[in-house]
């Protein structure tokens, strides 16, 4: 599986932009873009993907390198609720061998 | 939006006997689901996929015959946990897809299952 690099953890003031990078030098051209993060003590929740442009939602927006061997999760106010750990994650979209594998992610601390 | 609901939350049981977990998908059909595990402090890994009408894909180094896995129908899938030993005790999460999306879609987890075995 290719792999993602991310740092253990960060830290941020509430209502401040935060941004989450994450390294994937050996990204194949079919490999997605995961992001998912996962509060305590509850299952992971998706905030977003993309494959090459920048991807917006309501949650976060993600910025990927032109040559894609590097993405950054975007939160544009950061709230208390916010704080988790967040995977980022490259999902092969070809084939039948669909599975999700997490790395360690990057636990964020917002304060207050 | 899709919904997967996983029961029960927590379970407490003793050594030696056996727990099951079940996965549903409440407002879609997933013909595979994934079981996680995780111990504190540690990421999720991957135990195995569990694939409607056939059997489960297990993960290296993890005992199919320990953890079974049954998913009968599109939308539920059961992991049981057999013989239980304190070792066992951990935080099981499963997960599926909606297979009627595009083939890069989310995974939508379940809120995870607490297993203490004393």
């Known amino acids: 599986d290719a792999k993602t690099t991310q740092p253990n953890s960060m830290e941020s003031n509430e209502e401040e932009p935060v941004h989450l990078p994450c390294n994937h030098s050996?990204?194949?051209?079919?490999?997605?873009i995961h992001w998912y993060r996962q509060l305590p003590s509850q299952g992971p929740e998706y905030v977003i993907h993309?494959?090459?442009s920048n991807v917006n939602n309501r949650m976060a927006s993600l910025a990927i390198a032109e040559d894609r061997k590097s993405s950054t999760l975007i939160l544009h106010r950061a709230t208390l609720r916010d704080a988790a750990v967040y995977y980022c994650?490259?999902?092969?979209?070809?084939?039948?061998?669909?599975?999700?594998?997490f790395g360690k992610g990057t636990l964020l601390t917002v304060n207050p | 939006g899709a919904v997967v609901s996983q029961h029960p939350s927590r379970v407490i049981c003793k050594s030696g006997t056996s727990v099951k977990i079940e996965c549903r998908s409440l407002?879609?059909?997933?013909?595979?689901m994934f079981w996680y595990r995780q111990f504190p402090k540690q990421s999720l890994m991957l135990m195995a996929t569990?694939?409607?009408?056939?059997?489960?894909?297990?993960e290296q180094g993890v005992e199919k015959d320990k953890f079974l896995i049954n998913h009968a129908s599109l939308t539920l899938s059961t992991l049981t946990v057999t013989s239980a030993h304190p070792e066992d005790s951990s935080f099981y999460i499963c997960?599926?897809?909606?297979?009627?999306?595009?083939?890069?879609?989310?995974?939508?987890f379940g809120n995870g299952t607490r297993l203490t075995v004393t």
């Open positions: 997960s599926a897809r909606d297979w009627g999306r595009e083939q890069n879609s989310p995974l939508h």
């Open positions: 994650i490259l999902l092969n979209s070809g084939g039948s061998n669909y599975k999700l594998t």
């Open positions: 569990s694939n409607e009408g056939s059997k489960a894909t297990y």
């Open positions: 993309g494959l090459t």
């Open positions: 050996t990204i194949s051209g079919t490999d997605y």
């Open positions: 407002d879609f059909q997933a013909t595979t």
